[in-house]
Nanobody
Framework: QVQLVESGGGSVQSGGSLRLSCEVSGYRISLSTYCMAWYRQVPGKEREEVARITTDGLTIYGASAKGRFTISQDNANNSMLLQMDSLKSEDTATYFC????????????????WGQGTQVTVTS
């Protein structure tokens, strides 16, 4: 089945940047067929959707990410990227890649495939 592996997490000072990558494998079709999203989670809280790429290739950002984060697809490397700039302490979380091989737009959808997460720590 589809497998997702995140990388790129680490520790950075506030105001700094990180680029997360989610490598997709285990499925024959191209990455462009997927809907994909980045989520984040801190202990004791539900996972929060950070950004999403719809079936039509549109990008959607949560309020916390808008203006600072950029989601994109690297089709040549079967990867989804999350460029995070102007990081804040409140961005500290485990970041997860999610995907579905089905239509998605702006509305709530289920995400059958998840990565294991990569830790992002922002120090002030």
């Amino acid at each position: 089945q589809v497998q997702l592996v995140e990388s790129g997490g680490g520790s950075v000072q506030s105001g700094g940047s990180l680029r997360l990558s989610c490598e997709v494998s285990g499925y024959r079709i191209s990455l462009s067929t997927y809907c994909m999203a980045w989520y984040r989670q801190v202990p004791g809280k539900e996972r929060e959707e950070v950004a999403r790429i719809t079936t039509d290739g549109l990008t959607i950002y949560g309020a916390s990410a808008k203006g600072r984060f950029t989601i994109s697809q690297d089709n040549a490397n079967n990867s989804m990227l999350l460029q995070m700039d102007s990081l804040k302490s409140e961005d500290t979380a485990t970041y997860f890649c999610a995907a579905r091989v089905a239509i998605c737009g702006y509305s709530k959808v289920s995400w059958p495939y998840w990565g294991q997460g990569t830790q992002v720590t922002v120090t002030s």
